[in-house]
């Protein structure tokens, strides 16, 4: 009877040891998880910030490029020639700042994506390991502690000989 305490004592302290490294994993799938919400939301937020801040460049470089058409037409220059060329420099110059500030949030918003591609990762491994450490660890625990019970009631003589050749009855097996 002791044997049998000694393997349930045993098996439940392993089970205990298995349910709570099961639950730190879980911990941290859950945390894991979190972080995918928050990284889609920093790339959501990058990407529209980006927005508005192309669209205020495009507003600031079309009042600019009013400003200098009027000074051009005040200076009493033509429309044509080197005119037509600074013109036109000046509003490419601006359809470039304002892509360059699209692309930059465009980059940071891809950025959080592939980091909350690889944090959804880190919490599928989280998860598949707490199953394993609960399901597994249990079913081993319980395993092993029935195993050492038996073994600490073969090793004090309660097993008999062990060569499994059952009861001798009446001198013969």
């Known amino acids: ?12 302290a392993q089970a205990a040891s298995a349910l709570q490294q099961s639950s730190q994993s879980s911990a941290q799938a859950d945390a894991a998880g979190y972080n995918v919400a928050v990284l889609k939301q ?21 009042g600019e490029l009013g400003e200098q058409a009027a000074a051009f037409g ?3 220059i033509g429309t044509g020639g080197s005119v037509q060329n600074v013109e036109k420099q000046s509003a490419t110059n601006a359809r470039m700042d304002a892509l360059n500030i699209w692309y930059g ?14 944090e959804r990762y880190r919490q599928l491994v989280y998860k598949r390991n707490a199953d394993t450490q609960l399901y597994g660890g249990i079913g081993t625990s319980l ?6 019970g038996y073994g600490a009631y073969l090793n ?10 059952g009861p001798v009855v009446s001198g013969k097996p």
């Open 1 to 12: 009877m002791q044997f049998a305490l000694i393997a349930a004592v045993t098996a439940a």
């Open 42 to 62: 920093q790339g959501i937020s990058a990407s529209n910030t980006a927005a508005a801040n192309m669209a205020e460049s495009q507003r600031r470089s079309a």
């Open 74 to 76: 005040q200076a009493n």
């Open 105 to 118: 949030g465009e980059l940071e918003r891809h950025q959080a994506f592939a980091e909350a591609s690889a």
């Open 143 to 148: 395993l092993s502690g029935a195993s050492a």
């Open 156 to 165: 004090s003589g309660g097993g008999g000989s062990g060569s499994g050749a």
